[in-house]
Antibody, heavy 120, light 106 residues
C-alpha cells in the first residue's frame, strides 16, 4: 500500500536551517507530482511547494519562495524540503503528499507529518 | 492568487443530520476542487476530487457538487466518525490554496 513517512523535524532557532525528508513506498514514485503542505498549530492547511515527477518543475508559495527548496531523488523514492532562514511563522506540522494523476485532482496520500518549531 | 472561502467556520449538527458545507472561490476554477476531512491529530484525508468524484474507499454518504465559483460538500446522514474539520482546495492555478476549514461539531 502507499506509504509516506516524513522525518527531519525538530526545534531550530530563527534564521536556522532544517532539511525534511519523505520516504515513499508502495507506488511508482517518479510517476507522481509531490507536494509539501503545512499546518501551523491550531490553524488550517497551507500548500508550500510542489515538484513534478521528473523534478524538472517546481513551484513555491510566496511565503517560502527564496528560502525553501524542494527536491526529489527518484532512485531513493524520496522527497526533500530544504528550509533556510527559518522564521517563527514557519512553525508547523509539515506533511508530504502525493497528487493524484490527471486533471482536477487532489492529494490522495499523506504522511503522518513532522513538526518544525522555530523558536529561540 | 485564488482565495477559497469557507463559511461558517463551524457548524453544529447531530448524528443522522444532512449537512451541507459550502466553499466559494474568488474566481472561476471550473471543477478543480477537492474536499478533505481532518480529524484531530491526524493527516487530512481526500474525500472528493474534481468537485464531485468520490475518492475510492470513501463512504457514499459523502458527495460534492458545484462548478465555477460555488461548491458544496454534502454528508447525507452524519455519522459519529464524521465530526471533524473539512477543507476545500483548488488546483486550478498555483499557488494551490485551501479554504480555512469548517469544523462539524456536536
Amino acid at each position: 500500500q502507499v506509504q509516506l513517512v516524513e522525518s527531519g523535524g525538530g526545534l531550530v532557532k530563527p534564521g536556522g536551517s532544517l532539511r525534511l525528508s519523505c520516504a515513499a513506498s508502495g507506488f511508482i514514485f517518479s510517476d507522481y507530482y509531490m507536494s509539501w503542505i503545512r499546518q501551523a498549530p491550531g490553524k488550517g492547511l497551507e500548500w508550500v511547494s510542489y515538484i513534478t515527477g521528473s523534478g524538472s518543475t517546481k513551484y513555491y508559495a510566496d511565503s517560502v519562495k527564496g528560502r525553501f527548496t524542494i527536491s526529489r531523488d527518484n532512485a531513493k523514492n524520496s522527497l526533500y524540503l530544504q528550509m533556510n532562514s527559518l522564521r517563527a511563522e514557519d512553525t508547523a506540522v509539515y506533511y508530504c503528499a502525493r497528487k493524484q494523476r490527471g486533471m482536477a485532482v487532489g492529494f490522495d496520500s499523506w504522511g503522518q507529518g513532522t513538526l518544525v518549531t522555530v523558536s529561540s | 492568487d485564488i482565495q477559497m472561502t469557507q463559511s461558517p467556520s463551524s457548524l453544529s449538527a447531530s448524528v443522522g443530520d444532512r449537512v451541507a458545507i459550502p466553499c466559494r472561490a474568488s474566481q472561476r476554477i471550473s471543477n478543480y476542487l477537492s474536499w478533505y476531512q481532518q480529524r484531530p491529530g491526524k493527516a487530512p484525508k481526500l474525500l472528493i476530487y474534481a468537485a464531485s468524484s468520490l475518492q475510492s474507499g470513501v463512504p457514499s454518504r459523502f458527495s460534492g457538487s458545484g462548478s465555477g465559483t460555488d461548491f458544496t460538500l454534502t454528508i447525507s446522514s452524519l455519522q459519529p466518525e464524521d465530526f471533524a474539520t473539512y477543507y476545500c482546495q483548488q488546483s486550478y492555478s498555483t499557488p494551490w490554496t485551501f479554504g480555512q476549514g469548517t469544523k462539524v461539531e456536536v
